[in-house]
């Protein structure tokens, strides 16, 4: 976590890491008493995955593979049903994988993907999580140790 002063004003900014498959980033939101060390990490995971999710294509190359879970697909045809390159389609695979949303099985020459509906499962979950916290009423703005984690 990087602190920085911005201001005049104590912010948390952070560096969204290459596994999350973005460049560097950070977000400048004032540091809230209400958000723990654990739900601070869970917002940095979570911007990556937003981030990841924040493309029209890469929501139809999921589309695509999630609605047909048995269904492996490889870049080749990804890109033929996008209508796209396969360099274009290769790079937003690389950043749904990076995430963990898609997995690779190599066979022979070629990567097949596929959905990691675990992973896409704890995403879902995650957000729900989020949206829960963020909305719950605290009478003292999370300072209270019920509302620190």
């Known amino acids: 976590m990087l602190l920085s002063r911005r201001w005049g004003r104590e912010t948390l900014g952070h560096r969204i890491s290459a596994e999350h498959g973005v460049t560097t980033e950070y977000i400048d939101e004032p540091l809230l008493t209400d958000f723990g060390v654990v739900m601070i990490d869970q917002v940095r995971k979570m911007a ?10 890469r929501l139809r190359i999921i589309r695509m593979l ?38 690779a099985n190599k066979v022979g020459f070629r990567v097949y993907y596929r959905i990691n509906t675990n992973v896409f499962l704890a995403y879902k979950a995650d957000m ?22």
């Open 66 to 103: 999630a609605s047909n879970p048995e269904d492996t697909l490889c870049v080749a045809d990804l890109a033929a049903r996008l209508g796209s390159t396969q360099p274009a389609a290769s790079q937003h695979i690389k950043v749904l994988k990076n995430v963990g949303i898609l997995e």
């Open 128 to 149: 729900d999580d989020l949206f829960e916290m963020a909305f719950a009423h605290c009478p003292r703005m999370g300072a209270c140790e019920e509302h620190k984690d």
């Open 48 to 57: 990556g995955v937003i981030k990841a999710l924040g493309d029209p294509t």
